[in-house]
T-cell receptor, first 112, second 113 residues
């Protein structure tokens, strides 16, 4: 089983719609979680961190469910500029095996 | 903007040549990573480092090697480039705490002809 799993998509969503992505992780030692955004032929950039209590940044809401080991990203009122690949990222912090693990990404296409 | 830099941004080189991709960060981060990514595909971790004199192989087997003699510098070397090495190489760094995120350089797009 992959350490971080995401639906690769693509999600084709009309402009203005709400879209949600889920991501599951397998390592219970995972301690911090992030969503990154990657545009075509660019480097990944941090979109937002994901906190246990859930957090919101404008149109974006991230949730963490530790019991079920999944995180989610909700995008409301989607814009054409939201078209990108969204990467789920898990930080496993330990003595020697701490590492940051990236999911394969979910492609989102916002349609005019 | 993140203070992590990769050079060159683009490189076209002939088969059999030795190349070194440079990556430097000025954030004092202990952890550094190299990822390989083909267009439209996922990131593959090929090397990482916990700090000076630490290097580890990643999840994807790679013919490249890395070194970490200084905290800020994490170069990747291919002794003999082949067309199969054509890809984008992304360097990243992070602080060694549990809340940290990774910061990426802009990448080096390598083409071996």
């Amino acid at each position: 089983r992959k350490e971080v799993e995401q639906d690769p998509g693509p999600f084709n969503v009309p402009e203005g719609a709400t879209v949600a992505f889920n991501c599951t992780y397998s390592n219970s030692a995972s301690q911090s979680f992030f969503w990154y955004r990657q545009d075509c032929r660019k480097e990944p950039k941090l979109l937002m961190s994901v906190y246990s209590s859930g957090n919101e940044d404008g149109r974006f809401t991230a949730q963490l469910n530790r019991a079920s080991q999944y995180i989610s990203l909700l995008i409301r009122d989607s814009k054409l500029s939201d078209s990108a690949t969204y990467l789920c990222v898990v930080n496993i912090f330990g003595d020697r095996d701490d590492k940051i693990i990236f999911g394969k990404g979910t492609r989102l296409h916002i349609l005019p | 903007e993140a203070d992590i830099y990769q050079t060159p941004r683009y490189l076209v080189i002939g088969t059999g040549k030795k190349i070194t991709l440079e990556c430097s960060q000025t954030m004092g981060h202990d952890k550094m990573y190299w990822y390989q990514q083909d267009p439209g595909m996922e990131l593959h971790l090929i090397h990482y480092s916990y700090g000076v004199n630490s290097t580890e192989k990643g999840d994807l087997s790679s013919e490249s090697t890395v070194s970490r003699i200084r905290t800020e510098h994490f170069p990747l070397t291919l002794e003999s480039a082949r067309p199969s090495h054509t890809s984008q190489y992304l360097c990243a760094s992070s602080d060694r705490t549990w809340v940290t995120e990774a910061f990426f350089g802009q990448g080096t797009r390598l083409t071996v002809v």
